[in-house]
């Protein structure tokens, strides 16, 4: 279900593919599940033999999506072995099926070959997850790949207990690791889709659909709360003149400049281009007018360490103890307005500086 849900509702062509060989895996996993079962033989009493050949197909291709998952996951000069590996074990599968239909190898011979077939196919996983480790910079670009492990190890696990007591016990570990890495998986990819739905890429602050959500949840303001609004004045003659790259390298040190000039409780956005909103909440005026001079003394320490480009802005402000019937709309409407009077006014003062 979380897999069919994951698939439908995200577009993007990586979570898709993650999401399709977590969904084929699911599906072998349950066939083998079924056809391992007591009650399997009385839904199939007049071919119980293809039962037999079903479980075993099962294992010969149940390493696959694991293969292919790991394959998209890495540097692709690195799964050429993955590749001619999924090769392999697809080409056994076929010869197996070949032969075993019209009996020319037992059950229990293609059992063994299937085993040896998944226990290399698993081997060969784990081998390419550490080669990929090793000589990968990127922690979290592989963060998601050591839940792959935990399949390889309850795989193992039910291959060895099958050997040991004679039976599967209904591959107890594989499904055991499956499930948790089901629930990890989907919930990091969900994860991921909203933190790029919800974050500003280049700032690493929230965004206009964040804000618009978290104003939306909280329409009935049941605290003092107050709204900054900030334009950096001039950017659009630094990016005409210098290029766009300086002009965002301008936006992103504002942004840090906010970032470690106001609480963390308190939310920073980029509302979009050279705009910065800052919700405070619990504020009060004299609170408001600390964050404002905190964010100003920042701005003139870089500007005077700065070998680079000068960060001017003009910023406005209001509060909900001003405006008590307002909603967070108006309020940020109030704060728009003053920053346009006071960019106004720094233009007016400042016509050497830059003219945009």
């Given at each position: 279900?979380?897999?069919?849900?994951?698939?439908?509702?995200?577009?993007?062509?990586?979570?898709?593919?993650?999401?399709?060989?977590?969904?084929?895996?699911?599906?072998?996993?349950?066939?083998?599940?079924?056809?391992?079962?007591?009650?399997?033989?009385?839904?199939?009493?007049?071919?119980?033999?293809?039962?037999?050949?079903?479980?075993?197909?099962?294992?010969?291709?149940?390493?696959?999506?694991?293969?292919?998952?790991?394959?998209?996951?890495?540097?692709?000069?690195?799964?050429?072995?993955?590749?001619?590996?999924?090769?392999?074990?697809?080409?056994?599968?076929?010869?197996?099926?070949?032969?075993?239909?019209?009996?020319?190898?037992?059950?229990?011979?293609?059992?063994?070959?299937?085993?040896?077939?998944?226990?290399?196919?698993?081997?060969?996983?784990?081998?390419?997850?550490?080669?990929?480790?090793?000589?990968?910079?990127?922690?979290?670009?592989?963060?998601?790949?050591?839940?792959?492990?935990?399949?390889?190890?309850?795989?193992?696990?039910?291959?060895?207990?099958?050997?040991?007591?004679?039976?599967?016990?209904?591959?107890?570990?594989?499904?055991?690791?499956?499930?948790?890495?089901?629930?990890?998986?989907?919930?990091?990819?969900?994860?991921?889709?909203?933190?790029?739905?919800?974050?500003?890429?280049?700032?690493?602050?929230?965004?206009?659909?964040?804000?618009?959500?978290?104003?939306?949840?909280?329409?009935?303001?049941?605290?003092?709360?107050?709204?900054?609004?900030?334009?950096?004045?001039?950017?659009?003659?630094?990016?005409?003149?210098?290029?766009?790259?300086?002009?965002?390298?301008?936006?992103f040190h504002f942004a840090n400049i906010l970032r470690n000039s106001v609480s963390p409780e308190?939310?920073?956005?980029?509302?979009?281009?050279?705009?910065?909103?800052?919700?405070?909440?619990?504020?009060?005026?004299?609170?408001?007018?600390?964050?404002?001079?905190?964010?100003?003394?920042?701005?003139?320490?870089?500007?005077?360490?700065?070998?680079?480009?000068?960060?001017?802005?003009?910023?406005?402000?209001?509060?909900?103890?001003?405006?008590?019937?307002?909603?967070?709309?108006?309020?940020?409407?109030?704060?728009?307005?003053?920053?346009?009077?006071?960019?106004?006014?720094?233009?007016?003062?400042?016509?050497?500086?830059?003219k945009e």
């Amino acid at each position: 279900m979380v897999t069919l849900y994951g698939y439908f509702k995200y577009n993007k062509k990586q979570y898709k593919s993650d999401l399709l060989y977590l969904g084929v895996f699911s599906v072998l996993l349950a066939v083998w599940r079924i056809t391992d079962t007591r009650i399997a033989p009385l839904l199939f009493t007049s071919n119980e033999m293809v039962l037999g050949y079903i479980s075993v197909g099962v294992l010969f291709i149940g390493a696959l999506p694991l293969l292919l998952f790991v394959r998209d996951r890495i540097d692709k000069a690195k799964a050429l072995p993955l590749n001619i590996t999924a090769a392999i074990v697809s080409i056994i599968a076929i010869f197996a099926v070949l032969y075993q239909v019209p009996g020319r190898i037992e059950i229990r011979e293609l059992i063994v070959l299937s085993h040896i077939s998944l226990i290399a196919s698993l081997a060969m996983i784990v081998l390419t997850l550490l080669i990929a480790e090793k000589s990968n910079r990127s922690k979290k670009r592989y963060k998601s790949l050591y839940f792959v492990l935990l399949l390889v190890c309850g795989g193992i696990s039910d291959i060895l207990i099958f050997y040991a007591k004679g039976n599967s016990s209904g591959v107890f570990y594989t499904m055991i690791a499956f499930a948790i890495y089901a629930v990890i998986v989907a919930y990091t990819n969900i994860k991921e889709i909203r933190d790029k739905a919800y974050i500003d890429v280049h700032t690493g602050l929230v965004n206009k659909n964040y804000w618009d959500e978290l104003t939306k949840r909280n329409m009935k303001r049941n605290s003092m709360i107050g709204i900054m609004m900030f334009d950096l004045n001039c950017l659009k003659y630094v990016n005409d003149t210098y290029g766009h790259e300086s002009g965002d390298r301008l936006i992103f040190h504002f942004a840090n400049i906010l970032r470690n000039s106001v609480s963390p409780e308190n939310v920073i956005c980029r509302w979009g281009g050279d705009e910065f909103t800052i919700l405070l909440s619990n504020t009060s005026h004299e609170s408001l007018e600390k964050y404002a001079q905190a964010i100003e003394n920042a701005v003139d320490r870089y500007n005077n360490t700065t070998e680079y480009l000068k960060i001017y802005y003009s910023e406005g402000h209001a509060l909900s103890s001003d405006f008590d019937s307002l909603t967070y709309d108006q309020l940020l409407q109030k704060a728009d307005n003053m920053m346009y009077n006071n960019k106004k006014i720094w233009y007016s003062q400042n016509n050497n500086v830059y003219k945009e």
